[in-house]
């Protein structure tokens, strides 16, 4: 790993509150709406965990950030599905930055912090090598679910309207060194270094032949700041997930250059990640946690739920945002700023195609691109990482007990992964994956 100060690991841009805001979940629309998938619970439903099942707590502190994909933590909580396992207390706490984020996850519940969170997926990787925490000491995390595939965006500033940018951002090249050239630094904003922002960010501009780590400057900002940023000139680029680059066309401040699933075709996001420690000690409540959240999934994933979804995680003590900001994109309408996708197939996915599923391939190509930065050291043993710290086995327990078993993937690896720019990740093989890539830190 490159040396990476601390201070590195935390800067954001702009003002962000360091103080983690807890909320309890309200009941907003949770008693006057059936679940539509024969699957998600309700909330007047008796538990269905018997006695020696019973979870050893019943409560934890998971926390989220403002996005779209927090979804299913809210929708457990709203729709009293972490109450049906047998989890009431579950508190879901509204965090300010994925660097907050760590910090409270390093402290555990125990502490004053969480016990687990909404979170990019490299991070437990990162916290668990101790690649991003106090002095590097070690926070052991497993990875439980994966939240969703899809659903991210990159968005440039309207000046580079004209150029119509999309997938290909070679043409950025020539334009951000006349930029340079006029006014300085170019700026390209990501949520957290090493996770899946930095990482999308990275890969588009690499492929497109812009070194990320020295033909621009790769800035940090937490995900409900980025808007504002944008707003006053303070970077040409960000990538975000929802409602942020929604919001940014709304507000008529950039444009969306590429949503990331046109990068890559279903690609893992957001993990449900918790303390390792925390695991050990209550298999039973932890198991119950992941129930509650599968279940939230398949609700979030019925269409006919989407504007029930936005409605809820829109209010005042989650996101705090224009439901209209949220729901077009929910439902696959992209409204790009410079082109519109109707009813796209790459839209946030949270349970349908194996979504859930927390593939162990997919926490390699992760890995390996933390390698291919500098995060991560290449010498890493990383499947022994990825086998303890990827803990689909919980998963798998989960999803029989919720009647899903029929959405077990067969395997850990989703096989050889293909993308935008014609490159292919093979999980067999990531090696040979690094070498082939023209620009990289290693």
């Not at 309890?24 to 998938?37: K, Q």
């Not at 997930?241 to 075709?265: F, H, R």
């Not at 195609?353 to 997919?362: G, I, L, M, Q, V």
Request: net charge neutral; hydrophobic share 40%; charged share 20%.
């Amino acid at each position: 790993m490159s040396n990476l100060s601390r201070r590195q690991f935390i800067f954001t841009a702009g003002a962000a509150t360091a103080a983690t805001v807890l909320v309890n979940g309200c009941s907003s629309g949770s008693n006057t709406s059936s679940p539509a998938s024969s699957t998600a619970a309700s909330p007047a439903a008796p538990s269905p965990v018997s006695a020696a099942d019973a979870p050893e707590v019943t409560t934890a502190k998971l926390g989220f950030i403002a996005l779209t994909d927090a979804a299913p933590l809210i929708i457990a909580k709203e729709k009293g599905l972490f109450a049906k396992y047998g989890m009431p207390d579950v508190d879901v706490a509204k965090q300010a930055s994925w660097a907050v984020t760590r910090d409270n996850l390093e402290l555990g519940s125990a502490g004053g912090g969480i016990d687990g969170a909404h979170i990019l997926s490299p991070m437990p990787y990162l916290m668990s090598t101790g690649k991003i925490t106090k002095g590097n000491k070690k926070v052991p995390m497993y990875i439980l679910a994966r939240l969703n595939v899809n659903g991210q965006g990159i968005s440039l500033a309207n000046s580079y309207k004209d150029l119509k940018i999309g997938a290909d951002s070679s043409p950025l090249k020539e334009a951000f060194a006349k930029t340079k050239a006029a006014k300085g630094d170019i700026k390209c904003a990501v949520t957290f270094p090493g996770g899946t922002h930095d990482l999308w960010m990275r890969y588009w501009l690499a492929a497109g032949g812009i070194d990320p780590d020295k033909d621009v400057s790769t800035i940090v900002v937490p995900p409900p700041q980025m808007v504002a940023n944008l707003k006053v000139n303070n970077m040409e680029a960000f990538c975000v997930g929802e409602p942020w680059n929604a919001q940014t066309i709304n507000q008529d401040l950039g444009y969306s250059a590429v949503i990331t699933g046109e990068l890559w075709k279903d690609h893992p996001e957001k993990a449900l990640s918790m303390r390792a420690e925390w695991v050990d000690q209550y298999p039973k409540a932890t198991k119950a946690i992941v129930m509650a959240v599968q279940e939230a999934q398949i609700w979030c994933e019925d269409p006919a739920n989407k504007v029930e979804m936005c409605k809820i995680v829109s209010a005042r003590q989650w996101f705090k945002v224009p439901e209209a900001d949220i729901l077009a994109r929910a439902q696959g309408n992209f409204d790009m700023g410079v082109r519109k996708l109707e009813n796209s197939p790459l839209l946030m996915k949270f349970w349908n195609d194996a979504a859930s599923y927390p593939f162990k391939s997919h926490d390699l190509w992760f890995i390996t691109e933390d390698i291919r930065w500098g995060y991560l050291p290449a010498e890493l043993d990383k499947k022994a990482l990825i086998d303890t710290v990827n803990r689909e086995d919980i998963w798998r327990e989960a999803a029989k007990a919720i009647g899903q078993e029929a959405a077990i993937p067969k395997d850990t690896s989703r096989g050889v992964e293909t993308f935008f720019d014609g490159v292919k990740f093979d999980p067999a093989d990531p090696d040979a994956y690094l070498k082939s890539l023209a620009i990289k830190k290693i």
